[in-house]
């Protein structure tokens, strides 16, 4: 799903991602440092359903995929959310480019993201983080989530998964 408006803070913007922002965003989620948390495959791993889904996330009917802007215009990362069936509970995802690690940039999208969330009527925000993946972890814990349940995910395609925790956060 696309908005028509920016989620516009201090230093960022949010906005609806587009078919030009498909090299941006596989350089990023495809790369084994970048996308090393992520579900994504490494490209090797790609196949025809992987690549279909992918084509089409910009028009994504589940959910909302952004592209996290500086003020500039200069695209640092992604986030995405997914409302439940009745837009009470949104699981988040992001994912910064690691030319702009610890720079606050991943705290400040997440915070727009909730409050956009919140302005929608959702009450809970979930995120599931890998269990090794400790900039993230701590991340949701200074934003005051806390961790839910303990699960795994696997990366697609591949033999690779990670144990990880579910963190939520009522808004």
């Known amino acids: 799903m696309k908005i028509d408006d920016k989620i516009c803070g201090e230093r960022i913007f949010l906005r609806s991602y587009d078919k030009?922002?498909?090299?941006?965003?596989?350089?990023?989620w495809f790369d084994e440092e970048n996308g090393k948390y992520l579900s994504d495959p490494t490209?090797?791993?790609?196949?025809?359903?992987f690549q279909k889904a992918f084509d089409g996330i910009e028009?994504?009917?589940?959910?909302?995929?952004?592209?996290?802007?500086?003020?500039?215009?200069?695209?640092?990362g992604s986030i995405s959310t997914f409302p439940d069936e009745n837009n009470s509970q949104y699981d988040i995802g992001?994912?910064?480019?690691?030319?702009?690690?610890?720079?606050g940039f991943g705290?400040?999208?997440?915070?727009?993201?909730?409050?956009?969330?919140k302005q929608r009527g959702g009450k809970i925000v979930t995120?599931?983080?890998?269990s090794d993946n400790i900039a993230s972890r701590k991340?949701?814990?200074?934003?005051?989530?806390?961790?839910?349940?303990?699960?795994?995910?696997k990366k697609y395609n591949m033999d690779i998964s990670f144990d990880s925790y579910i963190y939520e956060k009522e808004l």
């Open 107 to 117: 705290t400040e999208a997440v915070l727009l993201l909730m409050e956009w969330i």
């Open 127 to 130: 995120a599931e983080v890998a």
């Open 94 to 103: 992001y994912c910064i480019h690691k030319d702009f690690w610890k720079k």
């Open 139 to 153: 991340l949701l814990e200074n934003l005051g989530f806390t961790v839910r349940e303990k699960t795994s995910f």
């Open 59 to 76: 028009y994504c009917a589940d959910g909302f995929y952004f592209i996290i802007c500086l003020n500039s215009g200069e695209r640092i």
């Open 20 to 28: 030009s922002d498909v090299s941006f965003v596989s350089g990023m």
């Open 43 to 49: 490209p090797e791993f790609i196949d025809d359903v």
